[in-house]
């Protein structure tokens, strides 16, 4: 798990050294998908895998929220610099998915209605299905 972390995060300093700012905003995107993960416990993790991999389960549940919103933020700031609005309305719902993981119910309302209108505003069918089924768990 360290190493193929490491691997994403050299291939975030690439694009960003590159300028290659909307890889930039999906790697980030990608990386808060995964802290995400950790925090809805949605990946089965064997025993032995987890003995493999006690020092990152250490190093990173505890702070998986964290560095998901941290992760979901940077990506959502470069989106909205860069126009690349299907990466921002994705971003947007899986940053109020982890809110509302975290119990944060108005925040993560705040976040997926933003997903909403944007996926509405550039016809995103599937997409605006999930984030309207996402709106609605929340009531």
């Known amino acids: 798990m360290n190493q193929g972390l490491s691997m994403v995060e050299q291939a975030l300093r690439t694009m960003l050294e590159s300028k290659r700012r909307c890889w930039y905003s999906a790697i980030e995107h990608s990386l808060g ?6 925090v809805n416990k949605s990946m089965p993790v064997t025993l032995s895998t987890m003995v493999k991999n006690i020092g990152f389960i250490l190093r990173n549940v505890p702070s998986a929220g964290t560095k998901a919103e941290e992760h979901f933020k940077k990506a ?3 989106a ?5 609005n299907g990466i921002l309305a994705q971003t947007y719902l899986d940053l109020g998915l982890l809110h509302k993981a975290k119990g944060g119910i108005e925040q993560a309302r705040e976040c997926i209605t933003e997903s909403v209108q944007i996926f509405e505003q550039y016809e995103a069918e599937a997409r605006l299905r999930q984030a309207k089924e996402a709106l609605a768990s929340l009531k």
């Open 80 to 84: 909205k610099e860069i126009g690349a």
């Open 76 to 78: 959502i700031q470069v």
């Open 33 to 38: 998908q995964v802290y995400l993960q950790i």
